[in-house]
């Protein structure tokens, strides 16, 4: 499986990313569904990349999970120190476990609001993400062993038991287990990682690539917006169930997919490629964890309306996200791996 960077998706991480942005910043409630975008992209993307690298001899668990972690790690710890320095600032801040949980992203682990939300709340996905990480080679190899028909049995006992989950779990836990906890979520990613193989069997058939020669834009588009309807129609409770976004966000990352092997032009990649939205793909890792900060700093020493805060608070995400990704993600990031590497 070669890997490949299939530049669609950098408008799918954007649009969830924003999704994210616009629920924090109280302006529309689409959290949930940009979070469980990007745990299905990532299972995904992260089975494109290295299914083969994995099964290779010269293929290195330890490195694999190093190299992960440190392209997180870097810029988690500054935005947590942030995070520390303005509690002290305001006075907020007490010496706990719940820092020391932050710093080792375990904060996700323990299912109190309080904990998992703690200093730079949007942690809590690189936290949970970590379980995905860890286990991700021993997944494929355990798939790679595994018959067609084992395969398909052991996806839908895995569809059961969240489903078994959902109806067990009591309404007022749904938070901090269904939407929170890493063992929950790991479900996503590896909704992502089955369509990873699908997609994989399904473009070996070219006869079937002749549906590319249409956009596949519309359908992007269409599924998208009824996301958007079921989300905002859904309660609260029902936003915190990814399950119900699984099938959607499968269609649309496997039609993105399928645009990407036509090698058509679309409107999607005409508008990936204008200058700003470049930009913003970039710096979408810092935007994500710069831009809860921003707004609760302007939430607490502010008195804008939604609209205008949401704006202010998107322009100065944007500013830092930039400066963030050249001298963090960019060199910092980058100068680390490399001595990691080294030494």
Not at 11 to 37: K, N, Q
Not at 248 to 253: F, H, L, M, R, T
Request: aromatic content about 14%.
């Amino acid at each position: 499986m070669k890997q490949t960077r299939i530049i669609e998706f950098e408008a799918l991480r954007v649009w969830a990313m924003m999704m994210v942005f616009l629920s924090h910043s109280s302006f529309y409630p689409a959290g949930g569904m940009g979070a469980m975008t990007f745990f299905v992209l990532g299972g995904f993307c992260m089975t494109l990349g290295y299914r083969d690298k994995i099964l290779s001899s010269q293929f290195n668990y330890l490195n694999f999970v190093k190299n992960r972690i440190l392209k997180l790690i870097p810029l988690h710890w500054i935005t947590l120190l942030v995070a520390v320095l303005l509690q002290v600032n305001d006075g907020s801040f007490t010496l706990s476990r719940k820092l020391i949980a932050n710093f080792m992203l375990l904060q996700s682990w323990v299912p109190k609001m309080d904990y998992y939300f703690s200093f730079n709340a949007v942690a809590w996905y690189l936290s949970t993400l970590m379980l995905f990480i860890v286990l991700f080679p021993a997944i494929i190899l355990l798939i790679e062993k595994m018959t067609q028909r084992q395969r398909t049995i052991s996806f839908l006992i895995l569809m059961g038991g969240y489903l078994a989950l959902l109806f067990s779990v009591p309404k007022s836990m749904y938070h901090p287990i269904i939407y929170i906890s890493p063992m929950t979520r790991m479900v996503d990613s590896l909704v992502g990682v089955a369509l990873a193989y699908f997609f994989t069997a399904f473009k070996s058939n070219s006869s079937l690539l002749k549906y590319g020669k249409s956009s596949f834009s519309v359908v992007v588009v269409v599924v998208v917006g009824l996301m958007i309807i079921v989300n905002l129609i859904s309660s609260k409770t029902l936003r915190c169930v990814s399950g119900i976004y699984w099938l959607p966000i499968s269609i649309v990352i496997f039609t993105m997919a399928m645009q990407h092997e036509t090698s058509n032009k679309s409107a999607i990649l005409r508008f990936i490629r204008l200058p700003w939205v470049q930009r913003l793909c970039m710096g979408s890792f810092s935007f994500y964890l710069i831009h809860q900060l921003v707004i609760a700093q302007l939430k607490q020493h502010t008195q804008l309306n939604v609209l205008c805060l949401t704006i202010v608070a998107f322009f100065i995400s944007y500013i830092l996200s930039q400066i963030s990704y050249w001298l963090i993600e960019k060199k910092l990031t980058t100068m680390i791996i490399n001595f990691s590497i080294n030494s």
